[in-house]
């Protein structure tokens, strides 16, 4: 136990079992700031991807209390978070506000006697709390500390009517989304829904098949592996009720499909595929307006397009912000 003052400070290590049964209590005074760090997510990427490192989670209590989690794994010295950039968008620890100080003072001393002597913490939004308060943190007591961006990441406000999403947009952009969609309409009969799937598999299938045929790069990501991964991942973020599938019809057919998260009041777009036969129809693109329509009826009050700098993103209404890499050296 590690003492701050008049507090007492504790550091539980926890296996990613321990965490899924003791969540819905710490919940009470912590939150997850984004569907990637949440249990169900650490456990499927873990199970697919976690086999060469050592699992360094643990939560910090200060008297009794939960005050954050820290979801890390280690390799050869050095601490990293449990995820990775390709399937995580975001990664931070979980803390408590008001804790800080007290909670990343925990982290660095069971790092330090643990003998890591880095930490690499990659996905990090300019709000998270690796940016805000643990790099001034280390910084202040002269550790070495290197920060790099390495992605952008897009978001967007959600108004309260799609008028005034449609009024926010350039006139050119506002005109082309009228008339891509007046175009799909006359080509046959339309449908759109997103929801929480009936059936996951089903709809996993259909996203999966869609986004191997809609672009090289997605194929080649899309491995044996990475499937067995983004089921596990489905089945977990439905059960936790977060997931939802957009599927958009033409004349009964599939033609584009999205998998997206709905957590805290935003709506993560998390991955998208479609048919490329159907791409002179802009199915891709009506298939994310869509989606921002039905997030705006279902009074979110985020869109957020996730990594990447695809050209649509900024049409749609995208603001964008950096994400960065951290290398912190504990000496």
């Known amino acids: ?18 965490l899924k049964a003791k969540w819905p209590s710490y919940q009470q005074s912590l939150q997850s700031p984004f569907p990637f760090v949440m249990p169900q997510w650490l456990e499927a990427w873990w199970a697919n991807f976690g086999r060469n490192d050592g699992l360094r989670l643990f939560s910090v209590e200060s008297d009794g209390q939960p005050i954050g989690i820290a979801p890390l794994r280690v390799r050869e010295g050095v601490a990293r978070f449990i995820g990775s950039a390709d399937v995580c968008d975001y990664l931070d620890f979980i803390v408590k506000p008001g804790a800080e100080s007290s909670f990343f003072a925990a982290v660095i001393n069971d790092l330090k006697a643990g003998e890591v002597k880095m930490l690499e913490l990659e996905s990090l939004r300019p709000d998270s709390m690796v940016i805000r308060h643990l790099l001034p943190a280390v910084r202040s007591i002269g550790f070495a500390i290197e920060t790099t961006d390495t992605d952008v990441t897009l978001e967007m406000p959600l108004p309260k009517t799609w008028d005034e999403y449609l009024a926010g947009l350039s006139t050119h952009q506002r005109h082309e989304i009228g008339r891509k969609g007046r175009r799909l309409v006359e080509a046959g009969d339309i449908t759109f829904d997103i929801k929480p799937p009936e059936n996951v598999e089903s709809e996993l299938s259909t996203l999966v098949q869609l986004l191997r045929i809609s672009r090289a790069d997605k194929a080649e990501f899309m491995t044996t592996q990475m499937e067995l991964f983004f089921r596990q991942l489905a089945a977990a973020m439905h059960e936790a ?12 057919v599939a033609v584009a ?6 957590y805290n009041g935003t709506r993560y777009l998390y ?6 036969q159907y791409s002179s129809l802009s199915v891709g693109l009506l298939s994310k307006v869509y989606s921002i329509k039905d997030a705006i009826e279902q009074e979110l009050t985020i869109y957020d397009y996730l990594k990447g700098a695809e050209v649509y993103k900024y049409h749609l209404g995208g603001v964008e912000l950096p994400i960065t890499s951290a290398i912190i050296r504990i000496v």
């Open 1 to 18: 136990m590690l003492f701050f003052g008049y507090m007492p400070i504790s550091v539980t290590p926890l296996t990613i079992e321990d």
């Open 241 to 252: 009720g977060l997931l939802r599938f957009g599927r958009l019809s033409l004349n009964g």
């Open 257 to 262: 499909s999205i998998m997206c998260f709905d």
């Open 271 to 276: 991955n998208s595929g479609y048919q490329p």
